[in-house]
Structure formats: structure tokens, C-alpha cells
């Protein structure tokens, strides 16, 4: 499955931000167990997961982001989408989405083992 992010844009501190991640084929056809999620990678800095959601309906989110980002899906576009709210400059960095296949996934830690397909990433710049 091929991902592609947008929505990328340069927001001003304390705004607000849509970002969207289609798949390329039907990723909810199918009862197999899979896990989407969204990571981020600043300048300089190692990439981090950031929210995840389940096939299940389940949402992890990273520490640095729980309150102010939401993560949702429209099953029939096959995209998952990111909720940015109350931006702050370090939220600046290039945003991913990615996908995890059946139940054995480490989005929070790297190397994130199991989310074995990404998108390219979309850029996210935050103005002070």
C-alpha cells in the first residue's frame, strides 16, 4: 500500500492545522488488524510517533501532543486524517503517516517496528 500525506502548510503559533493520509488501495476491506499512525520528524531531531489509531477504533497518542492533536478516518476515502490544534513552534517538522499489518507494532520507540509502510512526509512550519 503506497501512503500519501498533505495538508503541510506554515500556520502561526496557536492555530490550527488538517493534515490528510491516503492509502492507495482499501485498507479497511478486508477484518485484518491494522494500526495507522502519524509521526514527526523536526529539524535535527531523531523522528517520533505521535498518534496512533486502530483498526479497532483504539487511539495512542505521544506525550507531547495528548489534548491538542486528534487523530480520525473516512473509511470510504481510505484517509486518515490529523487534527492539529494549538500550534506551537515545536511543533514545526515534517509529518508522516504510516501503517502497521496485524497487532505487533512499536510506534513509540524507534525504530518503530512494525509499521512497515510510509508516506513521504508533508512539511508543517509553525510561525512565532
Known amino acids: 500500500v503506497h501512503l500519501v500525506e498533505s495538508g503541510g502548510a506554515l500556520v502561526p503559533a496557536g492555530g490550527s492545522l488538517t493534515l490528510s493520509c491516503e492509502a492507495s488501495?482499501?485498507?479497511?476491506?478486508?477484518?485484518?488488524?491494522?494500526?495507522m499512525g502519524w509521526f514527526r520528524q523536526a529539524p535535527g531531531k531523531e523522528r517520533e510517533g505521535v498518534i496512533t489509531l486502530d483498526s479497532g477504533g483504539d487511539t495512542t497518542y505521544g506525550d507531547s501532543v495528548k489534548g491538542r492533536f486528534t487523530i480520525s478516518e473516512n473509511r470510504r476515502k481510505n484517509t486518515v486524517y490529523l487534527q492539529l490544534n494549538s500550534l506551537k513552534t515545536e511543533d514545526t517538522a515534517m509529518y508522516y503517516c504510516a501503517k502497521a499489518d496485524g497487532s505487533n507494532y512499536y510506534p513509540y520507540y524507534v525504530p518503530f517496528y512494525g509499521m512497515d509502510y510510509w508516506g513521504k512526509g508533508t512539511l508543517v512550519t509553525i510561525s512565532s
Open positions: 488501495e482499501s485498507i479497511y476491506a478486508s477484518r485484518d488488524i491494522f494500526c
